[in-house]
């Protein structure tokens, strides 16, 4: 091996957590050779790791294989939240991944000399004593925006006596916001009747200690980008101690750009029946609610009849497997629309000339991926933090359109025809969303903020490592070697 610093970077078992780190590992592989960088997975995760990342294109990008602990209930096998049969296992999966704890140790007392840094999820906290045991600094990464960390956390430390508006210290004062936009998981936490959110409190806040490895982490990645953030970094900051810097390094599926394998697979051909409509110029309105959402099959219902009255094409992931159009709806959907069942390429839709707007659960994946494609948003927060996603999206960005959806509650399908008739025919959402999308990439170009975030944050990792040590042997490959003796190079 070639003599090189290393980076260890562990993603927390969920798709929407690892993809953005595995375009942070693509970029960081293409842009600085000089780095190995070692990505930690379980095995049932290695596969998705190295369709991504094939070895031929990123040698310099090491996947190492930990083996997932075995915690009843939670079936053999399953390694990854979005394979979880049931969301009541949820808090038994976190439980499981704390107990990586000691083979993560082993694993990373093996690197000789150390990484420079350990950049691991949120949900992973005990991957901070273990650094802080080897003197390694650990980034912590989050898969939210600054806007939504900051209120998030401002209300957690300050919880809500009741259901006025109010504002949030450190932010505009012209920012108003309401109960109903915070997540559950937070207004929750003084409900602790509730089994799982006892557990879920207990985790992040007691049992592992979350939040505390969380702002006691010597700086924070977030796959955002300064423009659409610069009025609430302080805030979020001043959560963290020792003076840890937030460093904005997104939107990081555009950072990667095509040096990730996207797995282009379109096995139900969406991208030709976009082409289609392309060629007859037709606008089409892509519809995904991602892949942790329950969407009821009355609600789904709902949709189909307000797609169809709505009178503009669409494109539709449905993961229902008990759900099928109603009957009457059958030829228009066939006539207009395309309901897609498997592996949608979301990427590849949103990218599409003929994509014009995006009916989404407002994840924060999906909203970046749909500034990174200049399309505008309806939408439809369900869950965790979308609300204060939509907030950010349609009151400050005016890059999308509110469905009016409230929680555990059914839309309407005459709420959902006006809301795609809203945003497909308004001319000013559509606007906003290509200035962004042109913001987004000058933020990810070379110079622009986000990469010159990356290469600041790689200097001071160095310099602390220099300030530890005068001397390093980086040429030392006996941590790899210990790896694949132990087989957990996969």
């Known amino acids: 091996m070639a003599t090189k610093e290393s980076v260890v970077i562990f993603p927390f078992m969920a798709k929407g957590h690892t993809i953005p780190l595995l375009h942070l590992a693509a970029f960081l592989s293409s842009h600085h050779r000089h780095l190995s960088i ?3 997975t379980t095995p049932a995760n290695a596969a998705f790791f190295h369709r991504h990342l094939p070895s031929h294109t990123h040698p310099n ?18 390694e990854s ?5 049931s969301p009541s296992l949820y808090p038994t999966f976190l439980r499981a991944t704390s107990l990586l704890l000691n083979p993560f140790r082993q694993l990373l007392s093996n690197f000789s000399p150390p990484p420079i840094c350990i950049i691991s999820d949120f949900f992973l906290g005990f991957t901070l004593p273990v650094a802080n045991e080897l003197d390694i600094p650990r980034i912590v990464f989050h898969g939210m925006s600054v806007f939504s960390m900051a209120i998030c956390k401002s209300v957690a430390s300050n919880m809500l006596k009741d259901d006025q508006p109010f504002t949030i210290p450190g932010m505009p004062p012209s920012l108003l916001l309401t109960k109903d936009l915070i997540p559950d998981d937070i207004t929750k936490f003084s409900n602790l009747d509730d089994p799982i959110t006892q557990v879920l409190f207990n985790y992040v806040f007691f049992m592992d200690g979350v939040g505390d490895t969380d702002t006691s982490s010597q700086g924070i990645l977030v796959n955002s980008f300064i423009d659409i953030e610069q009025g609430y970094v302080e805030l979020f900051e001043s959560f963290y101690h020792g003076g840890a810097r937030a460093w904005l390094a997104g939107p990081l599926c555009m950072l990667a750009g095509s040096l990730i394998n996207e797995e282009i697979t379109d096995e139900e051909g969406c ?11 037709e606008s089409v309105l892509y519809v995904s609610f991602g892949t942790q959402t329950y969407v009821s099959n009355e609600q789904l219902d709902e949709v189909a009849h307000g797609l169809i009255a709505s ?3 669409f494109i539709w992931a449905v993961r229902s497997k008990t759900w ?12 207009r629309g395309k309901i897609v069942r498997g592996w949608v390429p979301q990427k590849q839709v949103l990218e599409h000339a003929a994509t014009s707007a995006f009916l989404s659960h407002c994840g924060w994946n999906s909203v970046l991926e749909s500034i990174s494609s200049g399309v505008p948003i309806l939408c439809w927060p369900m869950i965790a933090e979308q609300s204060l996603n939509e907030k ?3 009151d400050l960005l005016g890059a999308g359109v509110r469905i009016g959806a409230k929680r555990d509650e059914i839309v309407g399908r005459t709420a959902v025809e006006h809301g795609v008739k809203r945003v497909m025919e308004d001319d000013k ?4 969303a290509a200035e962004l999308q042109q913001t987004a990439s000058k933020a990810v170009a070379k110079g622009g903020p986000s990469q010159l975030a990356l290469e600041q944050l790689l200097n001071e990792l160095v310099k602390m490592r220099d300030n530890k040590t005068k001397r390093v042997d980086l040429s030392s490959d006996k941590g790899f070697e210990k790896c694949c003796e132990n087989g957990l190079v996969v």
């Open 311 to 313: 009178g503009h094409p």
């Open 324 to 335: 099928l159009p109603p009957e009457s709806l059958v030829l228009d959907i066939s006539a």
């Open 61 to 78: 990008i090491y996947i190492l294989s930990l083996p997932f602990p075995s915690l009843p209930p939670l079936p053999t096998g399953i």
């Open 81 to 85: 939240t979005d394979t979880l049969p």
């Open 38 to 40: 070692s990505l930690i």
């Open 392 to 394: 950010l999206v349609v």
């Open 429 to 432: 959402v559509r606007e906003k």
């Open 271 to 281: 991208l030709t029946w976009l082409d289609e409509r392309e060629r007859k110029h």
